[in-house]
C-alpha cells in the first residue's frame, strides 16, 4: 500500500537551513502529484510547495518562494523540500502528502491529496 515517510525536520536557527525527506513505498513517483505541506500550532494545514511528475509543474506559497526548493530522486523514490533562510514563522509540522496526477499543472490543496504522512517537526529558534 501507499506509505510516506518523512525525515530531516529539528531545531534550526534563524537563517539556518534544513533539508525534508519524503520517502514513497508502496508506489513509483511517475505520473503522481507529491505535495508538502505545514501545519503550526492554532492553525490551518497549508501548502508549502508541490510537484507533478507528470510534467515538472512546481507550485511554492508566497511565504517561502526563493527559499525553498522541492526536488525529487526518482532512483530513492524519494521528494525533497531543501529549506534554506528559515525564518521562526516557518516552526510547524511538515507533512508529505501523493495522489495520482495525469493532468497539467499540479494540486496544491489539502484537499486534492489523498495519501499522507506522519508528518515531521520543524523548529525555528534562536
Known amino acids: 500500500q501507499v506509505q510516506l515517510v518523512e525525515s530531516g525536520g529539528g531545531l534550526v536557527q534563524p537563517g539556518g537551513s534544513l533539508r525534508l525527506s519524503c520517502a514513497a513505498s508502496?508506489?513509483?513517483?511517475?505520473?503522481?502529484?507529491i505535495g508538502w505541506f505545514r501545519q503550526a500550532p492554532g492553525k490551518e494545514r497549508e501548502g508549502v510547495s508541490c510537484?507533478?511528475?507528470?510534467?515538472?509543474?512546481?507550485y511554492y506559497a508566497d511565504s517561502v518562494k526563493g527559499r525553498f526548493t522541492i526536488s525529487r530522486d526518482n532512483a530513492k523514490n524519494t521528494v525533497y523540500l531543501q529549506m534554506n533562510s528559515l525564518k521562526p514563522e516557518d516552526t510547524a509540522v511538515y507533512y508529505c502528502?501523493?495522489?495520482?496526477?495525469?493532468?497539467?499543472?499540479?494540486?496544491?490543496?489539502?484537499?486534492?491529496?489523498?495519501?499522507w504522512g506522519q508528518g515531521t517537526q520543524v523548529t525555528v529558534s534562536s
Open positions: 502528502a501523493a495522489i495520482p496526477w495525469v493532468r497539467a499543472g499540479v494540486p496544491s490543496h489539502t484537499d486534492e491529496y489523498d495519501y
Open positions: 508502496g508506489f513509483t513517483l511517475d505520473y503522481w502529484a
Open positions: 510537484i507533478s511528475t507528470t510534467d515538472g509543474s512546481t
